[in-house]
């Protein structure tokens, strides 16, 4: 009885992937294609739900003009009305089988930089086309076996150079600009990049602007921003140094693009990689 109800729009339902803000997300049948997709379902049902239906709306036009390998597709948007209302809709997007970062288990340090290599590749095709993300942080990542990622959640998109009515972004991973509601730019993107990046290698959240709270609500004093590290001993001096450039409060401090940030990225894979190459025929040649 339920599968019959939930074969809605041209969908045909498979099983449910998930749940989010007023959406449930499920693997489904594009029935026009027979194409499996992941099927973002969103009701409305308060006067607060504008909100998410302007999310969904800019995450299916920003994603449909981007053809990269690292951002999830979305293939339509389906508006259903209920007098002259829109009071339902349907997303299809690519379907992707992985876990966020977040939910990752432990990765080494070269699947780590590997993982964000990748990310900051999408981002760039993001910035190419004229669009910031706004919300990369580790639940915005999934990953599969196969260590391939795509970057999720593009309802917090913008065009490069929009100031923002209300403060949006996630307080652990958020941007100067975002708070104060400044212009938003390719910087902003990596801020919240390098944000993700010293949570993933040190296991902590780097100090923003909006101060945490203890269990009664009231406001931490921040702590310090410690270079990563400094809090993880063994981590090489130039990974530690781009994600400090990374989080410079100031934009102008920060890496100047996406593709210096995917060059310096590059030169520590090699590093890591090579060293391991050279270490394997270096054992090869002595036995």
């Avoid at 998930?18 to 294609?33: C, F, P, Q, V």
């Avoid at 309802?155 to 104060?180: M, N, W």
């Avoid at 938003?184 to 990046?197: E, F, Q, R």
Wanted: proline residues 6%; contains cysteine; positive net charge.
């Amino acid at each position: 009885m339920v599968k019959d109800i939930l074969d809605i729009g041209g969908f045909s339902i498979i099983k449910r992937l998930g749940t989010g803000a007023r959406s449930t997300i499920y693997l489904a049948t594009d029935l026009e294609d027979n194409k499996e997709v992941a099927l973002k379902r969103i009701i409305f049902e308060k006067p607060e739900d504008t909100r998410i239906f302007e999310q969904v709306d800019t995450e299916y036009n920003v994603a449909v003009g981007i053809d990269n390998p690292y951002v999830r597709k979305c293939y339509k948007l389906k508006k259903i009305r209920s007098m002259f209302k829109v009071k339902e809709m349907l997303l299809s997007m690519e379907y992707f089988d992985g876990q966020s970062l977040e939910d990752c288990p432990s990765l080494s340090l070269g699947d780590v930089l590997l993982v964000f290599r990748m990310v900051a590749g999408g981002l760039d095709a993001m910035h190419q086309h004229g669009f910031v993300h706004c919300d990369i942080k580790p639940n915005n990542i999934l990953i599969n076996k196969n260590g391939l990622i795509k970057i999720i959640d593009l309802g917090q998109s913008c065009k490069i150079g929009t100031t923002k009515k209300r403060i949006q972004g996630t307080p652990d991973y958020i941007a100067p600009e975002q708070v104060h509601r400044k212009p938003l730019t390719p910087k902003t993107d990596i801020y919240n990049l390098g944000a993700t990046m010293y949570w993933a290698l040190t296991g902590k959240h780097a100090p923003t602007l909006i101060p945490k709270k203890n269990k009664f609500g009231l406001p931490i004093a921040p702590e310090p921003k410690r270079a990563p590290h400094e809090i993880k001993k063994l981590l090489p001096m130039g990974i530690s140094k781009l994600v400090m450039d990374c989080i410079e409060d100031d934009p102008a401090m920060r890496p100047q693009n996406m593709s210096t940030v995917i060059s310096r990225l590059d030169v520590m894979v090699h590093s890591i990689f090579g060293n391991k190459i050279k270490t394997t025929k270096n054992a090869s040649n002595n036995n």
